[in-house]
Nanobody, 124 residues
Framework: QVQLVESGGGLVQTGGSLRLFCAAS????????MGWFRQAPGKQREFVAA????????WYEDSVKGRFTISRDNAENTVYLQMSGLKPEDTAVYYC?????????????????WGQGTQVTVSS
């Protein structure tokens, strides 16, 4: 069982930066692939980025490549999403998710645990 708590969201202007945090409970955090997803009002939840157990492999949705960076610190049971060059279309609730194997996935249905989300709003 893993419990996830996101933080770091807020209001930022276009072109600004934010760093999201996802704190995980449980002794087996290092055995989970971690992902970030987002959901804008009236839209489906969509994949943003994912990272494997060791952090050796990552995967990004095309629209965030070069602007967002996912990383993790297994000693601190934390996964991060560094976001820069933010755009109004990045506005959404951002969710952290955990998948109990070492394979990257973009599918919501393949993640076993979810946080409550943190709001990111980018003003134009």
């Amino acid at each position: 069982q893993v419990q996830l708590v996101e933080s770091g969201g807020g209001l930022v202007q276009t072109g600004g930066s934010l760093r999201l945090f996802c704190a995980a409970s449980g002794r087996t955090f290092s055995r989970y692939t971690m992902g970030w997803f987002r959901q804008a009002p009236g839209k489906q939840r969509e994949f943003v980025a994912a990272i494997t157990w060791s952090g050796g492999s990552t995967w990004y949705e095309d629209s965030v490549k070069g602007r967002f960076t996912i990383s993790r610190d297994n000693a601190e049971n934390t996964v991060y999403l560094q976001m820069s060059g933010l755009k109004p279309e990045d506005t959404a609730v951002y969710y952290c998710a955990a998948r109990n194997n070492n394979m990257l996935s973009t599918l919501v249905s393949e993640y076993n645990y979810w946080g409550q989300g943190t709001q990111v709003t980018v003003s134009s």
